[in-house]
């Protein structure tokens, strides 16, 4: 080989090889009825759109299509032979001989494609089949199964999806009646358990609401004499109790009101804090100002206070911050000379706000502490109470028991 042919032979091997030929297949049915079409990348397991029955398409070759060989003159001798020679009928499809079957392998499943994709143009090189004799027509047999899987009979037919493996059939659901007779033993204690306790149940209440009027009569009587008496535990807990069973019996007592705030009284006396506002003012004064709300909250916080002094302002429209104020100056300091005050602030106290007092009126009082904290912008402290835990104390015998007027009171 010269040197023109090595360099034409380098030439063809740099070239880009040339797109593959599109290949089509041309196979018949059982029945004698051809198919056509263009093969794919895999299989085709086809349906007749005549009989309905299965055809198998193998997919393209991807084997490198063979050089066309050089075209010879025919010969008379071929082109005779070519002529006599007519295709012989289709061979026709039978199953398979079973040979055998795995045991522990489940038996694949071949989506079946009902809708033959539109014919495409054949080339001309493909050469048209010729007719086929056919008997006498037979009548078309749809195969089973013919609808395509998860669509219903009639409907739009939608593409097989990727297989999933052998599917197990779900277990049946009992029905209620079935659930019921397999667990009866279960059922038949739970029922049994659930009377007994319901009878227990209403036989106490039965037997509560008997006792209900026996024990507010014990609280009117033996609560209200303890809480003159000084005794503020044993009142706190005989009126609490009546006053439970005031409520529970809907009011209908004689001498209701007179128990329930005897309740609240004797729970203001119990529940006294260990120190007057003064001492508690001065105290949060001197302490560090980070342990002093934990402090607050161990010692004074939620408990009582009593009160008396008059009312010295009241809300007014006409004055634009006006609220009610108490006058009980607030003084702190150990020298002659206080070093500071407070005030109470009597916002959101509901006992005020509900008797609507008017400036001038006084009466003791008891309230719970809800804060002492120290107002920057005036450096004042300034002592709030609970909203809801003010009483007006209505029994004097109590307050001559804790010696009043004491500490609290403050000094002119």
Not at 74 to 100: I, K, N, Q, W
Not at 105 to 112: F, S, T
Request: hydrophobic share 35%.
């Amino acid at each position: 080989m010269g040197l023109l042919g090595r360099a034409k032979s380098m030439m063809q091997g740099w070239a880009t090889a040339p797109p593959s030929r599109a290949q089509y297949y041309n196979a018949a049915c059982s029945e004698g009825h051809r198919l056509q079409g263009r093969r794919t990348e895999g299989y085709q397991a086809l349906r007749c759109p005549t009989c309905g029955e299965g055809i198998f398409v193998l997919p393209r070759s991807p084997l490198p299509e063979p050089p066309e060989p050089a075209t010879p003159a025919r010969s008379r001798v071929a082109a005779a032979v070519e002529e006599a020679y007519v295709e012989d009928d289709p061979h026709a499809l039978t199953d398979p001989v079973a040979s055998f079957e795995a045991p522990d392998q489940p038996e694949a499943e071949i989506d079946w494609v009902d809708e033959i994709p539109t014919e495409p143009e054949v080339p001309k090189e493909v050469a048209a089949p010729r007719p086929v004799a056919q008997g006498p027509p037979k009548s078309p047999r749809k195969p089973p199964n013919s609808e395509p899987r998860g669509t219903a009979p009639g409907g739009p037919i939608q593409a097989p999806g990727p297989a999933t493996g052998p599917k197990v059939p779900a277990a049946p659901r009992p029905s209620l009646q079935e659930w019921a007779w397999g667990h009866r033993n279960a059922l038949l204690v739970a029922a049994a358990a659930v009377l007994v306790v319901g009878a227990v149940a209403a036989r106490w209440r039965r037997q509560r609401l008997d006792e209900l009027p026996q024990i507010a009569e014990i609280g009117r009587a033996e609560g209200l004499k303890k809480l003159d008496a000084g005794e503020f535990d044993a009142a706190k807990k005989l009126l609490a109790e009546a006053a439970d069973a005031v409520n529970a019996l809907g009011g209908r007592f004689e001498g209701a009101e007179s128990i329930r705030h005897g309740a609240l009284e004797a729970a203001i006396f119990a529940d006294r804090a260990p120190a007057g506002i003064a001492e508690m003012v001065e105290e949060a004064r001197t302490c560090d100002p980070k342990e002093w709300p934990s402090r607050f909250a161990a010692h004074y916080k939620g408990r009582s206070v009593i009160i008396d002094a008059p009312i010295s302002d009241v809300p007014d429209p006409a004055r634009p911050g006006s609220a009610y104020r108490v006058d009980y100056p607030i003084y702190f300091g150990r020298g002659p000379k206080p070093e500071g005050h407070g005030r109470i602030d009597l916002t959101g106290f509901r006992l005020f706000e509900l008797a609507q007092p008017k400036v001038g009126e006084r009466g003791p009082f008891g309230a719970r502490y809800r804060s002492v904290e120290l107002d920057l912008a005036t450096s004042e402290w300034v002592v709030r109470f609970e909203p809801d835990s003010g009483v007006f104390i209505l029994h004097p015998k109590a307050l001559e028991a804790i010696d009043w007027p004491s500490s609290e009171e403050p000094e002119p």
